[in-house]
């Protein structure tokens, strides 16, 4: 039996990482074995950059804290080598990350499965949501689609209006020439 201090560290890094996965817009865990240290440092630079937290964890003391958040699915993947990948911010950061060096030529990294939005996914979810577009091409997408009918709607009535001063004005310039005749 470990002893009180290394027990109430253990406890503590349980709780931790418990709280970063329920607070977690989206994490990933990840098989890393034979990846070389170039490709794990290059890795780990771009998760910094997106902002994802990025470490390997033990698998029996993140077992407890997928346990302890209700999230036991988990359980199967939690076997072999494992890192984790964590947004608290952004859904979609660390599936792009991690999808996008799993999916280089001669990659080692094999993504496990997803949590978004406090929600487990399998691999498929993980790469369908790394596949989704940045939250600012969606939204823009969205508000096109939402202003189309209104642009359309405007040009139509701008149509009818430009007919409407087109026939005013042959009629002016129709009154004028029979005037000065």
């Known amino acids: 039996m470990p002893n009180a201090k290394v027990l109430s560290e253990k406890q503590a890094i349980v709780a931790s990482l418990a709280e970063k996965l329920q607070n977690a817009q ?3 865990f990840v098989d ?3 990846t070389d240290v170039a490709t794990d440092t290059e890795m780990r630079r771009a998760m910094r950059n997106a902002g994802v937290d990025y470490a390997v964890v033990k698998n029996t003391l993140t077992r407890f ?3 302890q958040i209700g999230m036991k699915e988990l359980d199967p993947i939690l076997n072999g080598p494992t890192a984790l990948a964590v947004c608290a911010s952004d859904p979609v950061a660390a599936a792009k990350v991690v999808c996008e ?3 280089k030529k001669d990659s080692k990294i094999q993504v496990k499965a997803g949590i978004v939005d406090g929600k487990v996914i399998d691999v498929e979810g993980v790469k369908a949501l790394a596949a989704l577009p940045a939250k600012e091409v969606l939204i823009a997408q969205v508000l096109g ?3 189309a009918p209104i642009t359309g709607l405007a040009n139509v009535l701008n149509g ?3 007919g409407l001063a087109v026939v005013l004005q042959a009629i002016v310039d129709k009154k004028n020439e029979e005037g000065a005749a």
Do not use: K, L, P
């Open 26 to 28: 989206g994490a990933v």
């Open 145 to 147: 689609t939402m202003i």
């Open 160 to 162: 009818n209006i430009r």
């Open 101 to 103: 060096y799993a999916d």
């Open 65 to 67: 804290a997928v346990d």
């Open 32 to 34: 890393y074995s034979g």
